[in-house]
């Protein structure tokens, strides 16, 4: 009778196996690399080496690496597929590494700047994502028929029309930032580009990009995004621009609502939106109102919010809509009493995401506060279970009972968050 061959001899399995060994912790500002079980199970034998070792390099990132030694890096270069940081150990200069060709994701240390940026981009053909921060990459795009996600940042004055050119027919998602000087992107079509985070602060550009996206779905603000740059999208989405989007994450200073609330009035059909914005008045909750049909997500993030705003927002609520995630910040001195109030919904059983974030809100008479106390039994809390080690972030158990009470109307809802604590609901069955 022939024996049985261990599944874990067959290279195809082993390697599927090693998928799922942990070697990236995610920490504040990134991940760190922690490779001390794939590398014993390299020693397990020469078959265990040969089809691990290339997971084990799969993804570099010289940051997070620090204290790899040079020879190592070397070595196993070849095997390299994603390289993050690249350039940030200064031990290790580019102009002298060992060939790299097989990368299919690549960012750019942001410390870095050097010519041999360049020439390493243009050895990666396969590569699909991009991330680079400066504006020296004048012919880098020149081989990458294969690029599909970039992130860009544009630090100089001169046109970009002819670089992207090469990218644009099969890029699907661009973070795009220009603080300083004009791209020049007239006539350039992106018409597979799905996803856009961006910053332009020339309103030429802004009605050159948008315009030349006519399949874009999902539009975003980058994390400083400026006043200009918010006035010169509305002003291209007000002209026509990216007839299907529906999806906008976009923040507006203070005084710049009017504008977003009359853009959001010339368009309908937006599913996700959004908004973190210095004032919530009346006008901008109208306007998100006119998207009410078809909402499925709504974050709302105010520093002010106008007298009579809420009451306008319980109208949306009980119109029409399909709303699956809400989410709902600054709010002060409201009582929230008709937001979790089954009856002050269209479709209350659609709903399953709930956030609210105040130091003031009130919910039957009684006041969200932070306050540090003894877990009370699964009988008081119901169905809602609290995550370990967050008692002492947890609002007052008066307002968690009188909370808890009141969702048992919305059926599909399965986490709320006050406060940024998450409680979420199990089955009792």
Known sequence: MPKTKNPLEIPEILALVGMYIPMWQPVVGGYSFHPQDMLSCTLVSHHFRITLLPIL????????????????IRKYTPYFRHHFNYGYRKDYPTHCREPCTRLTQLTIAVSQKGEHDIEFIKSNPGLKRLECTENYYSDAFTHLSQLEHLRYQNMGNKSHQQSFQLISKNLK????????????LEGLVFPNLKELSTDLCDLQDAMDLLHGCPNLESLESVESFSPRSLLNVTQALKSGACPVLRSMRLRALNGQEEDLAV?????????????????????????????ASSLTHLA????IWAPSTFS????????RGHLKDVRIQGMTNEAIDPLITKMRWKNPDVLE???LKSDTLILGGEQVKSEV??????????PWMLPPGKESRTPNLAFLKVLFKMAQGFSGLRTITINDVV???FDLQ
Not at 264 to 279: C, I, S
């Open 57 to 72: 390099w799969y993804t570099f990132d010289e940051k997070a690496s620090s204290a790899v030694p040079i020879e190592n």
């Open 173 to 184: 998602s661009l973070r795009l930032k220009s603080s300083i000087g004009k791209l020049g």
């Open 263 to 291: 853009m959001l009035k010339n368009r309908r059909g937006l599913t996700h939106l959004d908004l973190n914005v210095a004032l919530v008045s009346v006008n901008l909750i109208e306007a998100i109102g006119c998207h």
């Open 300 to 303: 709302i993030r105010g520093g």
């Open 312 to 319: 306008f927002l319980l109208e949306i609520l009980s119109s």
């Open 353 to 355: 995401s709930l956030t």
């Open 373 to 382: 106390f003894t877990m009370p039994s699964d009988d008081c809390l119901g």
């Open 423 to 425: 409680y979420r609901k």
